[in-house]
């Protein structure tokens, strides 16, 4: 037992430091972890035999439902007005067009039977929402909100047509006799229908007693993250998918703002990692690279026929009612990342005894390592290529919520001081817009890892961390005095423009003063309904566009309501 320990913990201890290398390597997280499992392997230095494929099934199941409950918890439900039908056309057709794609392609390029070929396809036909959480929010690039929310909720939802096809097509080689149409349409039908179900019954009444129940800190988090595994398991016993209920359930209580969601959050964080770790290092000990090399030149032209072809034939052909630009569905289609949930989906054949299963395992595995290094790490270039990605928005440094009682907190900010930033040379008093305010006033200054004591002539320096009591209006405003300069200023004008404009101002006034060419019945229009008559859109994000002759109107932010509150203007070059 203790020689278990010992090696677990070595285990996840070296995949943990190891992650220093993956930011100077530009390598993704997963990759670090995986790569510690197979180097401790059978084949690796560590010599580890590992080759329980219910185990290995078991606990990546178990990682998967903390992995994708981490994920709910920190979708806001403003992304599903957004990015919810276009999402679920993906989840569904989007997932059954590439699986078509592939098996057909798979079934002539490897001359074996269609079932077989459909099957190969079928495992490694979804996104994986593990990964596109890890990768999407640690590449340090800004998508705008449709992208980001539309691989966000697929990557989150499409596990109920992976599992449904995987399962029917199993069933088809194994017990062919007995397998009907039918049959396999209600299985799916019971996977969506009691998922939604369970996930908003779950979701509803963890919310609700983590308003109600008075716990000590350290609970909630535990009390969240077993009742998700409830939630997940008992789906799972009548027949729905336990994937789609335990995401959903992290969405109610996600979007609940009490004393217990920050900290509940923080706990997350650890434990999605952990999972991460767990079943990556888990998964490189059940791989043998020998196996996997040698059907490495099969998975890298199925990887490259899914990637460029049958991916994107069916992002594009899901997506075309929807109105995204054609530089958002290539990103979309680009980011159908592979992780996990292929390589779980592989052992079920192998419990199963479907034949020739390991074959399909060792594919399935080489196709995720070549996702990860293929488009795991190019996130950020293909954005910047695709003009996707939008300029860094100004955030501060860290905030904490003090509850004052079960609905009143004040929210505790923090702000870096950047070099040439409005704030340098600045006593953290006179910094607009709280210069005015008595109550609003710095009330720790750390420099150099050290508090100081706040004079009449205290300046903020570059590296300087101010501390403030703010209300939620004002963090946005206070952020950009702090982290604006020369760089991000340039970088603003050359996405938005270098004016910004009301959008009630008349469109008939800005023609005239800058020259721009507006049918007769457009220049009594406001600018946001000039916006609405040009735009193909109807749910508008920051970065959305629409051009007026050689100029370009944008909007630079929005309403919570959705409704448009500032615009720019970027004029020919």
Known sequence: ????????????????????????????????????????????????????????????????????????????????????????????????????????????????????????????????????????????????????????????????????????????????????????????????????????????????????????????????????????????????????????????VGNQHNHATEHVLRVMDGLAWLAQATMFVVLGLLVTPSNVLERGSEAVVLAAFLMLAARPVAVFAGLWPFNYSMREKAYISWLGLRGAVPITLAMMPLVMGVPDSRALFDVAFAVVVLSLLIQGTTIPVMARLLNVAMPPKPEPNDSRDIWLAEKEAVRMISFKVMAESEAEGVHPDDVAPISASFDRRCFALIRDGHKIELQSDTKLKRGDIAWYILPGEQVEKMAYYFTETDKSVLLNFDYFGEFSFDPVSRSGDLAKAYGLKLQPNEESLSLSELFELRSESTKWVEGDRVSIGNFELTIKELNKDGSIKLMGMKFPD
């Open 1 to 252: 037992m203790n020689i278990l320990f010992l090696l677990g913990g070595a285990l996840l201890f070296l995949s943990v430091v190891s992650t220093t290398l993956s930011a100077r390597l530009g390598m993704p997280l997963l990759l670090v972890f995986l790569a510690v499992g197979i180097l401790a392997g059978e084949e690796g230095i560590g010599g580890i035999e590992f080759d329980n494929f219910v185990s290995a099934n078991f606990i990546c199941q178990l990682a998967l439902a903390v992995i994708l409950l981490d994920g709910g918890l920190r979708t806001r439900l403003q992304s599903f007005r957004i990015g919810l039908k276009p999402a679920a056309v993906l989840a569904t057709w989007g997932v059954f067009a590439s699986v078509a794609l592939l098996g057909i392609f798979t079934t002539i390029y490897l001359d074996v039977d269609w079932r077989f070929g459909l099957l190969m396809a079928a495992i490694v036909g979804s996104t994986d929402a593990g990964a596109v959480f890890s990768l999407l929010r640690n590449s340090g690039v800004r998508l705008n909100e449709r992208v980001q929310a539309t691989l966000e909720i697929e990557s989150g939802a499409n596990d109920p047509m992976a599992i449904f096809l995987v399962t029917a097509l199993i069933a088809m080689a194994v017990e062919p006799e007995e397998s009907g149409v039918m049959s396999f349409l209600w299985m799916l039908l019971l996977q969506i229908g009691f998922g939604m179900l369970m996930g908003f019954i779950g979701g509803k009444l963890l919310a609700k007693l983590v308003r109600r129940l008075n716990l000590p800190e350290g609970l909630y988090a535990l009390m969240i993250v077993s009742g998700g595994l409830l939630v997940f398991s008992f789906t799972n016993l009548i027949g729905g998918s336990g994937f789609l209920a335990v995401y959903l359930a992290g969405v109610l």
